[in-house]
């Protein structure tokens, strides 16, 4: 198989001009944090690196909005936006991830509870299209309903509507001070349940396996009060100043089969009781009150597609899905990758408008897409 | 086939109850909350049920018939507008709320249920639905998702698209599909986010999953009264710049407090060039804490008067001039237009003093309302008709979207395009950004039958491919926007 060409273009008219004057296969490429997710597609004949458009356009910081290159890394996004005491409130862990990737594939971590994902944060992009056309949607305002919003089409999208190259978001303010209670448990659904029922308003409520780090992060006062009432309600619980280490890591190590179970948020312990059950021997985490469980296996055994569709048809039953982010290629010429999915047909439809000819990271989504 | 023949089929898959074909009985849906645009429809429709309405956009689809949806008709944008060659779906006895889940925090409601009745369903448990436009007593969930309604509260806790998980849509072929659900992050494009406020031209939701919250521990209201609109925008600056998110912050100038005061005697402070209300919610100490904060910055900024709201009572009293400023602005002149722009925050009071002069320039008074934490003017535009007023008016209301646009904010922030701002769109966005958006459209309608006319000023063919225009982008022309 011939090595694809790479190229970094250095502004979105170089962006263009290289889809104008090729023809194949692209993929578009960030940070590479997250390069071997989805299913395997078609390899491409350009990759186009962006890590030439890496700067951060503009911080407004009394709007709390930002405008910044998709091939930024959000690690020095946040560091910018940290000296104004501000940051964009995503903490997804991969290390290296570009703003672009974190929007193109969707990926949040623990605060997702308090401030959503990139679709919630994503206030206007800039894109260019299969056959080089620039286009923009949204704009630099938070409070913007004019004209479709394509950006919540290209969250997610894993590059298969274009190539995003501008992204403005709306930004919040540090809070001043953090409290984390800890608390021991291998079945985190109960005391969840009655976090969410209660008056508190953490940040995070993750559970890394074998503890839930219940997170508060606001005014001093208010972030001491509701520590001691969360080991009130949990009926134990170490408090601290500082987030454990490993907070927010992905359950996987290079090499598993890296799966995200969603789930109504009240079938938490259900489905991490599935999850043991199917997988077993696998590491879990979740994103616990938000719906989202990851997993990390290294199959032991030869069934693994009966496994995970196993694991598939007993989340459905909690109206969730299980994606399997990333594995083997092996595991990913047994499994369908993304699993079934609700509006794949319009979904087809929207991908032939933006990308008649399917050059866009073909085969990496849903369906085939 | 006819209008009148789809009558007669509608009529006998529905019942005559289900179908007005009497113009008098159409004359009452000829507009939404937008008056200015009327047109009787051709037909009017009630289904009950989702299968009714997708037989009926299915008969529409099948014989060439475009077909608008309408909920309570509360929009100020003309986006239910009717079509005189077409059917208006009235979606008013799809009401009912189907399920309320505190444990997961959804309700599943069908598009005609009120907005505030959802949050009546989910209170008994400490929950509520979060947005909540002005409106909220009497507009409809379907009506929210096709506008991606925002509400006073949005500041903090977003608009329609950030509630809603899962959709129940009839395609404009008649065919029916799931989007979303009650789980989080499904699978694939987001649907749910690319439907939420695409202004019913995608189709038809007839059933809405929502996110239910639970209730902030304690809310406090504050009220300052300044001397100035540029002392209340220090102290909304200073607010934000000190990391503090209220729920909601709004103002509002000399004449919006004039109307209120002939209009609902809410008597805020006396001689105030400007009101604030300030809205923080969420747990005790951290109300607490902003509370001191905000109050201090008033203060700082040159507020005459702070009151404090001690209770419900006195929370529903200062909103009351707030609620009412729009329908208030009748009792201080005979006509006016309700306009929606957005500017950045940083921008409101360069924009207000531009305002002031346009005012004064042409002798249309402005009464100013609006959303000051997140930059939404809604300001009220005063004329007189019979004087020959209107067209000074329009023109006014006109320039202060040029003002909006100039500095770098836009058209609308929560009223929507509709019939009113299609003929604006293209100074926001080039003609290249529309035709890459109305893509979104053929994929979902290709014949443009559903609610035709609508967001766009120049309705795409599907089968074309956008060209590659040379011009500039009207923004970048305009020395706003560097090439993006």
């Known amino acids: 198989m011939p090595e694809p060409e790479v190229v970094r273009p250095q502004s979105v008219e170089e962006v263009s001009a290289v889809l104008r004057e090729s023809s194949g296969p692209v993929r578009v490429r960030g940070g590479g944090s997250k390069w071997t997710w989805g299913a395997t597609g078609v390899p491409p004949d350009v990759v186009i690196d962006m890590a030439g458009l890496d700067r951060v356009v503009e911080h407004a910081a009394g709007d709390l909005v930002v405008t910044v290159q998709a091939g930024a890394l959000l690690a020095d996004v946040q560091t910018v936006l940290g000296v104004a005491g501000q940051w964009l409130a995503l903490d997804p862990p991969e290390p290296a991830a570009t703003v672009g990737g974190v929007v193109a594939t969707a990926v949040s971590g623990p605060r997702r509870l308090r401030y959503g994902t990139p679709r919630d944060l994503l206030i206007g992009l800039t894109v260019v299209l299969a056959d080089g056309t620039v286009a923009r949607s949204g704009g630099k305002v938070v409070k913007n309903v004019a004209g479709y919003d394509l950006g919540k089409l290209f969250t997610g999208s894993f590059g298969t509507l274009g190539v995003i190259t501008e992204c403005t978001f709306r930004l919040h303010a540090v809070a001043p001070a953090r409290r984390v209670v800890t608390v021991n448990t291998d079945d985190p659904g109960p005391l969840v349940r009655d976090i969410l029922r209660s008056p508190l308003e953490p940040s995070a409520l993750e559970w890394d396996g074998t503890a839930l780090h219940v997170v508060f992060e606001t005014v001093e006062p208010a972030a001491e009060t509701q520590a001691l009432a969360t080991v009130e309600l949990a009926g134990s619980g170490e408090i601290s100043d500082r987030l454990p280490a490993g907070f927010a890591a992905r359950p996987w190590e290079p090499g598993d089969v890296a799966g995200k179970v969603t789930h109504r948020i009240s079938s938490l312990s259900a489905v991490l009781d599935a999850v043991r059950r199917q997988l077993p021997g696998c590491r879990i985490a979740a994103h616990a009150g938000s719906g989202v469980v990851h997993a990390g296996w290294a199959p032991s055994r030869a069934d693994v597609a009966a496994a995970l569709e196993g694991l598939r048809a007993e989340v459905a039953a909690h109206d969730g899905t299980l994606v399997v982010v990333d594995a083997p290629a092996e595991v990913k010429t047994q499994v369908d990758v993304w699993g079934p999915v609700r509006g794949l047909e319009v979904m087809r439809r929207i991908k032939s408008q933006f990308d008649p000819d399917g050059r866009m990271s073909p085969g990496r989504f849903v369906g085939g897409i | ?484």
């Open chain 2, 1 to 484: 086939m006819t209008l009148e023949a789809l009558a007669d089929d509608l009529v006998a898959r529905l019942g005559d109850d289900a179908v007005v074909t009497e113009r008098a009985a159409l004359r009452t849906y000829e507009c939404d909350g937008l008056a200015a645009y009327r047109c009787i429809p051709g037909l009017v429709v009630l289904p009950r049920t989702t299968d009714e309405v997708a037989y009926v956009v299915k008969r529409c689809h099948d014989a060439g018939i475009p077909f608008v949806a309408r909920g309570a008709g509360t929009g100020l944008s003309g986006g239910a507008l009717p079509r005189e060659d077409g059917v208006l779906v009235v979606l008013s006895r799809m009401s009912r709320i189907r399920e309320v889940d505190v444990d997961d925090q959804r309700a599943l409601v069908e598009p005609g249920a009120i907005n505030l009745d959802v949050t009546r369903a989910a209170s008994p448990d400490g929950f509520y639905y979060a947005p909540d436009p002005s409106s909220q007593q009497v507009c409809s969930i379907g009506g929210n998702v096709a506008e991606n309604s925002g509400g006073a509260h949005c500041l903090k806790y977003g608009f329609t698209v950030n509630h809603v998980t899962g959709l129940e849509v009839v395609m404009p072929d008649g065919s029916v599909e799931q989007f979303g659900g009650r789980a989080p992050d499904p699978p694939g494009y987001d649907l749910v986010g690319a439907f939420v406020g695409s202004e019913g031209t995608l189709g038809i939701a007839t059933e809405v999953t929502v996110r239910l919250l639970r209730r902030p521990e304690t809310v406090q209201t504050l009220l300052a009264g300044f001397r100035t609109m540029d002392e209340a925008g220090r102290a909304v600056s200073d607010i934000i710049a000190a990391g503090v998110l209220p729920a909601a912050v709004e103002m509002m100038d000399a004449l919006a407090i004039e109307a209120a005061e002939a209009a609902v005697d809410c008597g805020y402070p006396q001689g105030a060039g400007a009101v604030l209300i300030v809205e923080l919610d969420g747990p005790v100490a951290e109300v607490e804490t902003h509370l001191a904060a905000v109050d201090g910055f008033c203060r700082a900024a040159g507020a005459f008067e702070i009151r404090v709201a001690a209770d419900d009572v006195q929370r529903v009293q200062i909103w009351r001039g707030r609620k009412s400023a729009f329908a208030a602005v009748g009792r201080i002149s005979p006509d006016y237009i309700v306009q929606d722009g957005v500017v950045p925050r940083t921008s409101l009071a360069q924009v207000l003093h531009d305002i002031a002069a346009l005012s004064a320039e042409t002798g249309i008074r402005v009464a100013n309302v609006f959303h000051a934490g997140d930059g939404n003017l809604h300001p009220l535009v005063l004329f007189d008709e019979t004087k020959q007023e209107t067209a000074r008016a329009e023109e006014v209301s006109s320039r202060i979207l040029d003002l909006c646009i100039e500095h770098g904010g836009s058209i609308t922030g929560e009223h929507g395009v509709g019939a009113d701002k299609k003929k604006h769109m293209g100074r926001m966005f080039s003609e290249v950004d529309l035709d890459v958006m109305q893509m979104v459209r053929c994929a979902f309608d290709p014949d443009n039958l559903c609610n035709p006319g609508k967001v766009f000023p120049t309705p795409r063919l599907c089968g074309e491919r956008p060209g590659r225009r040379t011009a500039a982008h009207p923004l970048q022309e305009a020395g706003i926007a560097e090439i993006f």
